[in-house]
């Protein structure tokens, strides 16, 4: 999952939106670098992770995918989801994805000093790009998909992997529908277990 899935996910847990959107910079063990709801989040990120890597909708997308891309269908699948999500947000969520948005940037404001300097980086970029609207169009994907590709170090086929969510739209965004219900309840549950509850 990416950013606004990982965000949706922690307001239907009643999990921390700074710490599941860290979770995708922070590495390592955890050992108290972070307030205790931060770490909390962090973990709920990376079990969200786990779980969607073996989740048979997920395997299928990424099969979905042309083979010369395989090596990444992970990222792809990731930011394609983010999108079915932002494009159908009104059936998810009762708050508008404009104003769920703002409730997110808000919380990196108020929280900077807690954020890792990857995120700290990161958080004007999402801002000032209204990255969490922008998944909603293809245009936004694209973007996301450029920028993920210029993370890596080695060459790779991102910034022209939004002509594969062209391509396959039904099948992907089918797969999305399957995985999305199991994920609320794997994220509800797990949130609870990690709060000891």
Not at 100 to 125: I, K, N, S, T
């Amino acid at each position: 999952m990416n950013y606004l899935a990982h965000l949706y996910l922690a307001d239907c847990a009643g999990s921390s939106l700074v710490g599941n959107l860290m979770g995708d910079f922070v590495r390592g063990r955890l050992d108290g670098r972070f307030a205790a709801r931060i770490e909390h989040g962090i973990r709920l990120h990376r079990r969200v992770d786990s779980f969607t890597d073996r989740h048979p909708a997920v395997r299928r997308s990424r099969c979905r995918l042309p083979a010369a891309w395989r090596r990444h269908a992970g990222i792809m699948v990731d930011v394609f989801y983010d999108h079915f999500l932002a494009r159908e947000w009104d059936g998810y969520h009762p708050e508008t994805l404009e104003a769920f948005a703002a409730r997110v940037y808000a919380a990196l404001d108020r929280q900077r000093d807690e954020l890792d300097q990857g995120l700290r980086r990161a958080a004007p970029h999402l801002r000032a790009n209204n990255v969490l609207v922008a998944y909603r169009h293809l245009a936004g994907v694209e973007r996301a998909l450029v920028s993920l590709s210029r993370r890596l170090s080695h060459p790779n086929p991102l910034s022209r992997a939004a002509q594969a969510l062209a391509d396959d739209d039904g099948g992907l965004r089918d797969d999305f529908h399957e995985l999305l219900p199991d994920l609320v309840r794997f994220a509800r549950r797990e949130s609870a277990c990690l709060r000891g509850g």
